[in-house]
């Protein structure tokens, strides 16, 4: 089994920042296991959106909504993936999601939910105007 449980989410006015973290585990995973690993976003009603991804060879790819507010990291070392936001808008209220995949997912696939077999539970993130 694999286990993504996310955390940091919470509520913060227009403009704030929040971390969000993402930690794996399993009988024998680790983050290199995975080819793939991203955040993804949903709200009542609406399709499930990529935020961004990272590949295990480090390359990163972001939604245009959120590149040069958001990043994501990995630390191998606690098993975590990451998701610094910073500047936060109204419209960034969403559930955010941690998912990974073993398989590799090429570039033009990897904000793509259909792409990912594991999926954490969730972490609410509000931002007030």
């Known amino acids: 089994q694999v286990q993504l449980v996310e955390s940091g989410g919470g509520s913060v006015q227009d403009g704030g920042s929040l971390k969000l973290s993402c930690v794996a585990s399993g009988s024998t995973i680790n983050m290199y296991s995975m080819a793939s690993m991203a955040w993804f976003r949903q709200n009542p009603g609406k399709e499930r959106e990529g935020v961004a991804a990272?590949?295990?060879?480090?390359?990163?790819n972001s939604a245009d909504s959120v590149k040069g507010r958001f990043t994501i990291s990995k630390d191998y070392a606690k098993n975590t993936l990451y998701l610094q936001m910073t500047t936060l808008k109204p419209e960034d209220t969403a559930m955010y999601y941690c998912?990974?995949?073993?398989?590799?997912?090429?570039?033009?696939?990897?904000?793509?939910?259909?792409?990912?077999?594991?999926w954490g539970q969730g972490t609410q993130v509000t931002v007030s105007a």
């Open positions: 998912a990974a995949n073993p398989g590799w997912i090429s570039g033009n696939s990897r904000l793509s939910h259909y792409a990912y077999q594991y």
């Open positions: 990272i590949t295990s060879t480090g390359v990163m």
